[in-house]
């Protein structure tokens, strides 16, 4: 019986799921693609030959596949290698190649994808294969001896053809073996602007950022409005100066270049050139409007040089635009409306704020915004209904202790943690807190216990390190204890401020005061804290140098008015 080609197609459907699909390829190696021709003489009407499907085809056909499925790749290739070459059935020739490709058995697929391109010449299929083949048997002049010909054939497109080329190469591990292929493959075409630029991205796979500046520098001449090239270039530079002048000088000749002005704005947010990064964000704004991005940029940078009124502005629209997560801008949104003393509107922000980093510390800031309104009640019960839908996150609890010792209920505030504390015994951050909390009623015995638990827990801790050395340091106590757990404080975290204090106090309570001044000195630039002020302005008046310590407590004021440590520090020494 004579059964036509379809059958064969068939059969060649039901064999997709063979076990070589497991096996990766190496990715393919894109071709030019080449004009439609019309079907060749002498095939059916479909463009494909009627076939004979006898019973040797037939098993042959099903050797093959059985094979493949079976792991017996070298004998399932060959099979449907020869069935290939008795057939020239171009749809079992395809076969037989896509089953060596992706087992790897290079050779047998390089013969069938000869064998592919003399029945269809111009499969893109076919020579992509022969590409990709070609390149992972390291075979590379004969590579760019096929890629040539497509690149030929893509004119007056050989520029594009060539980036299309460099980017199917971008993760090839081998990067001396596509150096070698770029700098045969754009030898013609030096030219172009396009072929300087895949030259120089050659350059730089290989490591050679001199050779690769040289090529981009070319590039631009030849084609110097070409913002691709002028940000290549600004990457090969070093960040900072350098790369800022050649992109603002690049910039002046190409003002509507928004992918170099945004890359501009974002290397002056990079150099924390804050206020310039806003002038190009805003030309950015101007272009695009209703950019998400760029109004959020503006907002942001807006906050960070103190404009207020057009962070709140450009926030404001970016929130009401809708795209993109808006719960970062409500947070700003809400500490914008806290700043300008307006209680309710910066809660109602915080109470938008759905999801993210910003939730939690949302929850807390307007609980308490209601404390200082005296809701402190109110304030409580937002943070236990809270706490219903995050049971396990210490710092609800820690926020609630905090409003109660704000609102000067320290015994209130213990006997909560305490509470706390005994329904989970061992959560250092509850620990830690309640240690502070019994420090503040003198229950110094337990303050030690819960620290000495926090260090037997996390031998790593540094804060707990810290708070039991500086608490003994403050009472003047036990100092060679203290020097020993703020040493080991210090030598967890050597740049954190509270502990830098520590540190200076310290110092200052063995008698060191030169040493004790530096290190003070550090605290207190790293964090102008009102309780490093008044260890940094009682060493400066016990140095003699009193107007420097008046100095210092007198801005430690205007910033923390009504600090406890603060006031109680400039009593003793200026009433």
Same mark, same amino acid.
């Given at each position: ?10 059969? @060649?459907?039901?064999?997709? /799921? ?65 069935? /290939? ?13 896509? &089953? ?8 047998? #697929? ?38 040539? *010909?497509?690149?030929? *054939? %893509?004119?007056?497109?050989? =520029?594009?053809? @060539? ?7 971008? *993760? ?27 030259? %120089?991205?050659?350059?730089? =796979?290989? $490591? ?11 590039? @631009? ?21 350098? !790369? ?15 992918? &170099? ?7 002056? &947010? ?8 806003? &002038?190009?964000?805003?030309?950015? @704004? ?26 709140? !502005? ?120 309640? %240690?502070? #909390? %019994?420090?503040?009623? $003198? ?6 216990? +819960? ?17 039991? $050395?500086?608490?003994?340091?403050? *009472? ?12 080991k404080a210090v030598m967890l975290k ?15 309570? !063995? ?31 016990v140095l003699g140098r009193r107007d ?5 407590? +007198? ?6 008015? $009504? ?13």
């Amino acid at each position: 019986m004579k059964i036509r080609s379809p059958l064969l197609a068939l059969l @060649l459907v039901l064999s997709g /799921a063979c076990a070589w699909a497991q096996t990766p390829a190496p990715a393919p190696v894109p071709v030019a693609e080449p004009a439609a021709k019309a079907p060749v003489p002498g095939k059916a009407e479909d463009g494909l030959p009627k076939q004979e499907l006898t019973g040797q085809i037939l098993y042959q056909f099903l050797l093959g596949e059985i094979a493949a499925q079976r792991g017996q790749y070298p004998l399932a290739a060959g099979a449907l290698l020869d069935l /290939a070459n008795t057939t020239r059935d171009p749809r079992i020739v395809r076969r037989a190649a896509e &089953v060596a490709f992706h087992s790897r058995q290079y050779e047998i #697929a390089l013969d069938a994808v000869g064998l592919w391109l003399s029945l269809e010449p111009d499969s893109p299929s076919a020579r992509q294969m022969q590409s990709t083949l070609l390149l992972s048997s390291g075979r590379i002049d004969e590579l760019a001896a096929s890629l040539a *010909r497509d690149l030929a *054939r %893509a004119a007056p497109n050989t =520029g594009e053809a @060539l980036l299309r080329l460099v980017r199917a190469f971008t *993760r090839y591990p081998d990067r001396q073996a596509v150096h070698r292929l770029f700098q045969q493959l754009t030898q013609p075409y030096l030219g172009l602007a396009e072929a300087r630029f895949v030259r %120089a991205q050659a350059e730089l =796979g290989i $490591g050679d950022t001199g050779r690769a500046g040289s090529e981009i520098d070319q590039a @631009l001449a030849l084609r110097p409005n070409w913002d691709v090239a002028a940000l290549f270039k600004a990457e090969l530079l070093p960040k900072g100066p350098a !790369q800022l002048d050649f992109l603002k000088t690049w910039l002046e000749a190409n003002p509507g270049a928004q992918d &170099v002005r945004l890359a501009y704005a974002r290397s002056l &947010v990079g150099e924390k050139r804050y206020e310039d990064a806003r &002038v190009e964000f805003r030309r950015l @704004l101007a272009a695009n409007p209703e950019s998400p991005e760029m109004l959020y940029a503006v907002g942001i940078l807006s906050l960070q040089v103190n404009d207020s009124s057009e962070a709140e !502005q450009q926030l404001k629209r970016y929130v009401e635009l809708g795209r993109g997560d808006v719960n970062p801008a409500r947070f700003y949104l809400g500490q914008i409306a806290e700043q300008a003393k307006r209680p309710d509107e910066a809660i109602g922000w915080y109470d938008q704020v759905a999801a993210g980093e910003h939730l939690m510390q949302a929850r807390v800031r307007a609980a308490q915004i209601l404390l200082r309104q005296n809701k402190l009640d109110e304030a409580r019960a937002r943070l236990a209904a809270a706490r219903g839908t995050e049971p396990d996150d210490p710092r609800l609890v820690i926020a609630e202790a905090q409003l109660l010792r704000d609102a000067g209920r320290h015994a209130d505030a213990y006997a909560f943690l305490a509470a706390e504390l005994e329904a989970r015994p061992d959560d250092i951050e509850i620990l830690y807190e309640t %240690a502070l #909390a %019994a420090e503040k009623l $003198g229950y110094l015995d337990v303050m030690e216990r +819960r620290l000495q638990r926090v260090i037997a827990l996390n031998p790593e801790s540094a804060q707990g390190y810290n708070a039991l $050395g500086y608490s003994f340091a403050d *009472r003047n106590m036990r100092l060679d204890e203290a020097a020993q757990l703020i040493d080991k404080a210090v030598m967890l975290k050597p740049d954190d401020a509270a502990i830098l204090d520590s540190k200076g106090w310290l110092l200052f309570r !063995q008698g060191n005061l030169p040493a004790a001044l530096e290190y003070l000195r550090k605290a207190f630039a790293k964090m102008p804290d009102a309780e490093i002020a008044a260890h940094l302005g009682e060493v400066l008046w016990v140095l003699g140098r009193r107007d420097e310590a008046l100095a210092v407590w +007198r801005e430690a004021a205007k910033a923390h008015p $009504g600090n406890d440590v603060l006031t109680a520090t400039i009593k003793r020494f200026a009433p």
